[in-house]
């Protein structure tokens, strides 16, 4: 599928029978972390004293069972995008492109986290362009929670340039479920949006329309090509 023009690759019910376990772990990580401030909480890349785990070396997706079963799934996907992004001429450049394709089959390094967000919870536009490919897997969403927006890369560009134009209309608004795959370019911004702000302010706590289930997912970030030799050349990890 395409959004604004730019492949996206969604498809529904990727390995159902993990998402048991994938909900009830992470609830029982989040359990643990009641006394926590809420804005570390809810991103597994935090420690509780707000360090980032990458920095440290540590594994934001320990204790979440379910996810060594997942992680090879959604990297078949992301070979199956890459492939539907990168097509081989094989009579023209079947060498070099074979080869790092089979290089990162065999092994692409990535980073991956969960968030954990309720009603109140969002993220404003960003991109993630210190990756490739950006892989999320919706551990819960239900028709309740957020959406996740895309905005065209020519968006701010366009505003900027049409005199008196504030709003263009250039984002597109997907609302994911449980089980679904999203992969996308790691430069394309997106947000998870936030309530009506009017809401927050006007009403009571009790009377906002809390989440049942809180809004679970898990990121993958691959690396650039460029960077996974680095990594190779450096040792910084085991294949396999």
Request: charged share 25%; net charge negative; with cysteine.
């Amino acid at each position: 599928m395409k959004i604004l023009g730019i492949p996206i690759y969604h498809v529904h019910n990727v390995c159902e029978h993990l998402l048991s376990d994938l909900q009830q772990s992470i609830e029982t990580i989040q359990q643990e972390k009641v006394d926590w401030d809420r804005q570390r909480s809810k991103v597994s890349v935090y420690t509780k004293e707000g360090d980032h785990k990458f920095q440290l070396k540590q594994d934001p997706m320990e204790g979440v069972k379910g996810w060594q079963d997942l992680k090879p799934i959604i990297k078949e996907h992301v070979m199956k995008f890459y492939d539907e992004l990168h097509p081989i001429d094989k009579g023209f450049q079947q060498g070099p492109d074979t080869s790092l394709r089979e290089e990162l089959n065999d092994y692409w390094y990535n980073y991956a986290w969960y968030t954990y967000f309720d009603e109140t919870d969002s993220y404003s536009w960003h991109a993630h362009g210190q990756y490739y490919l950006i892989a999320t897997y919706y551990v819960r969403a239900d028709e309740e929670h957020a959406p996740i927006q895309f905005k065209s890369p020519v968006s701010d560009m366009y505003t900027a340039w049409a005199l008196g134009t504030k709003n263009v209309n250039l984002e597109e608004t997907i609302q994911p479920k449980t089980g679904d795959l999203m992969i996308w370019p790691s430069w394309l911004e997106h947000q998870i949006p936030a309530l009506d702000t009017k809401i927050l302010n006007m009403s009571k706590a009790e009377d906002v329309n809390k989440y049942k289930h809180k809004r679970i997912s898990i990121t993958n970030g691959y690396v650039k090509p460029h960077a996974q030799f680095l990594y190779n050349a450096k040792g910084n990890y085991e294949q396999k």
